[in-house]
């Protein structure tokens, strides 16, 4: 089973579990676990793998709609140095003050691959699920897609500097409270933007339909894209990106626009079934963990 | 740095994090990373991984005189095997159903070795820390100690299906909801009873005398121990079992005893200074998962 199914099945499992985060109550609370062979690639900092690991977990909570409020991370490393551990948890804290949230501690392990666990937590009255977009609805994207993959570029060819900025994204946490009254669906974009598209629709049993231009694809991926083919690979498949994916109705779209205080760009709209790009079959592929 | 100067370290920098579980308002909340190499030994079945792994952090949870409300734990593995994973999801929610808890799902990562991060929450008005012991104050323990010893003696010789059972431990949430009005410090002994009373200690800024014929051995080490050396090694330093560590004013205690839902014993006296057994130091030593 890769980590794929194994999720699939899990969801079919637990209450909550196909939404980017569970809901008890009036809070939201969401786990992730990265480690180094899939998630750190050589000249990650231990401050961007503390922001990056943290910020994960904060945009399942921002693709509920709530608030962010807490966050703690277990930590794990072959050796546990001052300086590393420091530095981590300065990312870690960096994040979650970047989102007016408070980064309260975690648990360190000696463990033979570099492996992060983070916890969010969030409150919100009214969570928004994948499962409720209606056809005509429109299909907005938060920022831009590519950026982690263009960063995977950067780390590659020796700029670490650079490709360590661009792992480090901001959690869309205010712009999910700005979108969550009028979202009738909303989730992340962590498994790439086809992929998205594929699970809110199968959540929300509808379709969607998507026009290729208008993804917006990160200025970065200019920098180390050779052709449109790779580009289009960065922007819709690569994931990583951390970017919402929401469906909003038509009429309460320009408002919403106008709210979200990041941009928001309309990709498509909700159908009754199929996920298409300019009217061909959009693959059900993006980044998998577990595949490797 | 040893896992133990690295939290000392962390401790100092971080609100909360010198206690069982980090207070944010009325909640609380904690998390654990375990993996198999130092957690897990061979024999020990994924029911009883998710089970004890999840159970660690609703002993935090418990520690701080919490209700405990929720949990979630990633989980990371080489093969993410249906089976396997559904055992897991099975002992995880069990725990959490003894303590009245909700098991609301997780994360799964492809992992080399099978790693497992769990986050249990609780709500408490007015969280005990480890901080509040007074001179004079009976130094109390819930259960017995040196299951976890015996368990892991019993995996070495072949009996895995008794190790698996002493392995699975019914955290205390109960006892610490009961002890918490009366308590002045109180902290879980997962890292053996001599190491918390150091903590404890050092935390309220006191000591403690303990009477060694006091401490309560569970029957589990009679089975393996050959002498009273290994006894007295098991039950006061091996650990992992999760058992609380309390702290209760002398005049209060009677009624505690009453309450507790399980047997308490009162190990010995908080002092001015020095930890103390029969007389002698007791060494601050126990079990630490970086050493190895």
């Not at 590393?84 to 980064?103: K, M, P, Q, R, T």
């Not at 033979?112 to 919100?124: I, M, R």
Request: proline content about 5%; hydrophobic content about 40%.
């Amino acid at each position: 089973m890769d980590e794929r199914e194994a999720l699939a099945m899990l969801a079919s499992e637990l209450p909550g579990a196909g939404d980017d985060a569970a809901v008890i109550g009036d809070q939201v609370v969401t786990t992730d676990m990265l480690h180094e062979t899939t998630d750190f690639p050589a000249g990650t900092t231990r401050y961007t793998a503390g922001w990056r690991a943290v910020g994960a977990s904060l945009s399942d909570v921002a693709a509920m709609g709530a608030r962010a409020t807490a966050a703690v991370a277990a930590y794990g490393a072959p050796e546990l140095d001052r300086e590393e551990i420091e530095a981590f948890v300065a990312g870690a804290s960096d994040v979650c003050e970047a989102v007016d949230a408070a980064y309260v501690g975690g648990d360190l392990d000696g463990h033979e691959e570099f492996t992060v666990a983070t916890t969010a937590l969030g409150d919100a009255d009214d969570p928004v699920r994948r499962s409720g977009a209606q056809p005509g609805d429109a299909v907005c994207v938060t920022g831009t897609l590519g950026r982690s993959a263009a960063a995977l570029e950067l780390f590659d060819d020796g700029k670490p500097e650079r490709a360590n900025d661009l792992f480090r994204f901001e959690p869309r946490v205010a712009a999910g409270r700005a979108l969550a009254p009028d979202a009738t669906a909303m989730m992340d974009s962590s498994d790439g933007l086809a992929r998205s598209l594929h699970q809110l629709a199968e959540a929300s049993d509808c379709g969607v339909e998507i026009d290729g231009d208008a993804v917006p694809i990160d200025d970065a991926v200019a920098e180390v894209a050779t052709d449109d083919a790779e580009r289009r690979e960065m922007g819709l498949f690569f994931g990583e990106d951390f970017e919402l994916v929401v469906a909003i109705p038509e009429d309460r779209l320009d408002a919403a626009i106008e709210r979200c205080p990041t941009p928001l760009s309309r990709v498509g709209t909700v159908t009754g079934a199929g996920v298409e790009i300019d009217g061909e079959p959009l693959p059900d592929r993006g980044f998998t963990h577990g595949k490797e």
